[in-house]
């Protein structure tokens, strides 16, 4: 069992940044590629970014290229997504995820979901 915690949302101004933190806890010995997705009210849950266990591997949606930033520090069991230039579309919760390969995560058949935390973002 793994335990995902996400951290870091809140509110920002359009045109600002944020940076969202996701610790694993529990069985984090099996090398587990990770990633991000969000959900706004009303919409399905989609895919923002993943990231392999040795980091040399990135998937980004398209919608945050050249935006959002994902990376991983495997000492500390944690995952950042680091979010610049924000849109009031990117407001949604965020929701860590972990899954035993790139492609599950890419496509959300992942082994374990965090909680979530809320970004919004202002105009």
């Known amino acids: 069992q793994v335990q995902l915690v996400e951290s870091g949302g809140g509110l920002v101004q359009a045109g600002g940044s944020l940076r969202l933190s996701c610790t694993a806890s529990g069985r984090t010995a099996k090398s587990y590629a990770m990633g991000w997705f969000r959900q706004a009210p009303g919409m399905e849950r989609d895919f923002v970014a993943a990231i392999s266990w040795k980091g040399d591997m990135i998937t980004y949606a398209h919608s945050v290229k050249g935006r959002f930033d994902i990376s991983r520090d495997n000492a500390k069991s944690t995952v950042y997504l680091q979010m610049n230039s924000l849109k009031p579309e990117d407001t949604a919760i965020y929701y860590c995820?972990?899954?035993?390969?790139?492609?599950?995560?890419?496509?959300?058949?992942?082994?374990?979901w965090g909680q979530g935390t809320q970004v919004t973002v202002s105009s």
């Open positions: 995820a972990a899954a035993l390969g790139q492609s599950r995560v890419v496509d959300g058949t992942v082994d374990y």
